[in-house]
């Protein structure tokens, strides 16, 4: 069956309609899986490069067409190797629905039972002071869009209401959790003790010890606003976007994390 067009040489049946749609929640699946996350920079250069290489090979340029076809040729495995994270992680979320009886859709839908909203800074600001104030070190991570639970999985898992006083538990010195950092999810402490990537960039000051290298290196993979306390020089500091404030004064350091805990969109 064929539906009426005003394009004579354009038929499009039902099958073509339902092919286009499936593809297009797909890619929207996909597009929710990767926002956020620098994996979306690259997975649009990747299909821009895919479109160039279609363009190209229209035009019959055959040397530049045959060096960008080599380059597709490989294309998959490249994917594989550069969205390795992501897809693992679809692969546990789809696992971790089916094992709960979610059936073989069900694992697209959103879960039903976290809170939402942005997550009250009193507590974390003043932690973060009494830290300072004794020269302790702590590294919070604060969650948006990005999927932190690769993260979150390399240390301890909490699943904790914040408190002052929890904190300073976790990054007391004789704590077996100080070491690493707090992820913050939904309003809660979703693990402590986590590994984070540490930044490569060469203009980092050297000044900057591993925390603050660290929560750059998040926020240049992902959207995380990470505050970071200094155990050398007590100084509380906030890092967004691989740009790092530091020396921020405890009301600062408030009126800034609530506007960017506010301000920025919660996870689908």
Not at 109 to 129: D, T, W
Not at 181 to 201: D, M, T
Not at 228 to 234: A, I, K, N, Q, R
Request: hydrophobic content about 50%; some cysteine; charged content about 15%.
């Amino acid at each position: 069956m064929s539906l009426p067009f005003p394009f004579y040489f354009l038929h499009v049946g039902l099958a073509d309609v339902a092919d286009v749609l499936l593809v297009t929640w797909l890619l929207y699946q996909l597009y929710k899986l990767l926002r956020g996350s620098v994996a979306l920079n690259v997975a649009l250069g990747l299909l821009s490069l895919y479109l160039v290489y279609l363009v190209v090979n229209a035009l019959g340029l055959g040397l530049l067409s045959a060096i960008l076809g080599q380059f597709m040729s490989v294309g998959v495995l490249a994917s594989i190797i550069l969205f390795q994270q992501e897809i693992r992680r679809f692969l546990l979320n789809v696992g971790k629905v089916a094992l709960e009886g979610g059936g073989p859709l069900g694992w697209w839908r959103r879960p039903s039972a976290q809170p939402s909203g942005a997550p009250s800074v009193a507590a974390f600001v003043e932690a973060a002071k009494s830290l300072a104030s004794k020269d302790t070190g702590a590294l919070i991570c604060f969650t948006f869009t990005s999927d932190l639970s690769s993260y979150a999985e390399s240390g301890d898992r909490l699943d904790a209401e914040p408190s002052k006083r929890l904190l300073l538990a976790i990054f007391n010195k004789t704590s077996p959790l100080h070491d690493g950092a707090v992820i913050v999810a939904q309003g809660r402490l979703v693990a402590a003790r986590c590994i984070l990537p540490v930044s490569q960039n060469p203009e980092v000051p050297a000044a900057l010890g591993l925390r603050h290298r660290a929560a750059l290196g998040l926020t240049e993979a992902t959207d995380a606003v990470v505050l970071v306390v200094s155990e050398e020089t007590g100084q509380m500091s906030l890092v967004r976007h691989g740009e790092i404030h530091r020396g921020l004064a405890a009301a600062e350091l408030k009126s800034r994390l609530q506007e960017w805990l506010l301000a920025a969109p919660r996870p689908a």
